[in-house]
């Protein structure tokens, strides 16, 4: 299920780096503010509360790798 369906108001992306391809889903305005899951989960963890926080900060949502 798209995370769109999760997180609205969320943009989903896929960042290139040298070694990795890093998706993430970022929302919001404000300070930035970097959620981190633990394993095994994906940025979804976050999708109760990272609307709430996207109301006062630009939350960014990386799926860490591994």
Known sequence: MPSENFLPGFETRDIETSGAR????????GPPLLLLHGHPQTHLTWHKIAPRLAERFTVVAPDLRG
């Open 22 to 29: 890093i998706h993430l889903a970022t929302g919001g305005s």
